[in-house]
DNA sequence: TACGCATTCACAATCGTTTGTGCAAAATAT
DNA sequence: ATATTTTGCACAAACGATTGTGAATGCGTA
């Protein structure tokens, strides 16, 4: 399987061009190649620009592979997410695709599908694949954060983003959720709503709490009382949202408005209004949380928190490759807040009724 | 940098267990631990079992990156897609994700942004990464080809699906979109339709060549003429969708019906339609193609052409890792072709009308 | 006893790149 | 002129797994 057909000449089929190549065609050694080619100081200019002329002329293209083995961290970035569906992770893998790729660095993704033993194997495919980082935002599961203390021991920077561990000192991007769920109620307060119900996500969950508190924040400081039956928790499908709306309607005292914190369920909840024969906004305004794209297309649109998904995929990034320029500061914990942006839109808007 | 206290002891710090480390251990070389590894015949099943238990032991994480080096190829397999959001792609990556996962292979993701330059700066990257084969998807401007010449010549797998080259001749799993234009089309001429319009995708794109050409083919077959200015070209964006029903609103004798090939498109055209005050069905009835989510949500729902994301995607690995694994069978060129799915909602049916 | 054969394993080269160290020549200082 | 630094490059050893070749052992058979 002789791959060169005398000792000294190009390789001539389809195998790919090495230093060893470069090195034999200038006469110079590979160490030679290597240095010009990364821009070396001991390195003079002359040979600098023989060697990528000659590199560019031969096409020549690195094996990342024997690179990060030697140097023992590859240039790929790993990142699990639950799903990749839907606008928000969507979103932000591109955001972190943009910034990583911008670094130079490439992205490999694994979707958890809402599932911890999956999660558990993505983490251990993405080590063996030796990433230089692993950015992950957890599947709703996950209780038990064992599985990362194999990252931490193997020294892999690790930054997690939107759902992070709950009372872990953990490098994180996230949203400031609080003031998500805040700017969202106290704007349904400022339409003229008295009764504001609350559809809130899975408790053990950072994100959904932040929603939470927000709502009942905005309540304090409005000085409304805060009806715990008004707050129904439900797991965020469409269909957990329509079960909630539901259970509103048939409250004694149903609500005049509604912050969902999230808008899937809220569509739900449109939908069950709808049935119901009440109007969007005139009997129920409603507010969600994430800025999906069907937001733009139900009638009426619905109003919701938008997450700067984009911003948060490189802000994350950004972080990460922090961490592995100088693993040192890696028990220094870090967080990013990001601020949301209320979309004011059809669903919540009843004319001038603070004037 | 002492990694190691003394010659014979095992890494104590976070340094990952090498081959080296359980041949230490074991008094055994390291060529009897990789073959014990990979169930070697010429490894005892003593020696196996010894060489199994310690590696769990010592928890050790084979580096894939050093095989990959050695046996030139790595269990990584490439895609390029033109974007991620929306429900076709993110559906067919989560295909394609299953399946590499199931076969051991880990998957990286590039979005081409619909970008041809982008797209080629992708493959530059999955190439560099070493990837053992190639699944992609072109951009919709994608005219010129060599950028796949590099890919062909190395000799790593290449399979397209969805869009593929329009020429060429190439491994392709593709959906056959004529048969979906065709049963979206007769489905809306057995409502009772009598000018069913086309919204048509761009022409040099063989997947909207196929829809539309099944779109003729069932008037043809259904005796009816074709009218060419029943059939108007568009971007498949919603705003491309809204033009090109405005155009059709405007004719002479507009239409009673549409048929777009993209549902983005579709939604488009309803929303002028509503904003025109026409019902749908009952003054035009409408069908698309992708089955996106909002379908379900628009007023009335959409008929829509499934696609069978997931399926394509796992069609497409099965592919491609039959072309890995016997490369000498790249030469002959492979089709797979999907059967789609008439999904039949509100927006198309008309009642009884065949009756 | 001597030979062939199968079993079980070690040696050593190899993939392509990076990098600490060393050595010569050229440039500068004394 | 010599002593010292700088510059420019090569040698060779890694990184960790794979694999062709060949050697030692044990067994059965002629």
Known sequence: MARRGTSDDLPANGAPVSMADLARE????????SRALSDHHSIGPATKQKVLKLA???NYQPNHLA???RRGQS??????VPYIEGRFFASVVHGIEQAATKAGYSVIICQSSE???????NIDTLLGAQVAGLLVSLARGTHDFRHFDKVRKRGTPLVFFDRTPAAEAVNAVVLNDRAGGYISTQHLLAQGCQRVAHIAGPPHMTIYQGRRQGYLDALADAGRPADAALVVDADMTQEDGERAMRALLAL???PDAVFAAGDSALL???QVLKAAGRRVPADVALAGFSNEGFTL????????VDQHCEEMGQAAVRMLLELVADPGRASAQRQVVLQPELMVRESSLRGPAGA
Chains 1, 2 share one sequence.
């Open 26 to 33: 200038l006469g110079v050694s590979t160490t030679t190649i």
């Open 56 to 58: 560019k002329k031969l």
């Open 67 to 69: 690179a990060a083995l």
């Open 75 to 80: 240039r790929l970035l790993g990142v699990v």
């Open 115 to 121: 599932d911890v033993v999956q999660e558990r194997r």
């Open 252 to 254: 004694p005292a149903p």
């Open 268 to 270: 739900g909840a449109l």
């Open 297 to 304: 297309i139900t009638e009426p649109r619905l109003t919701s």
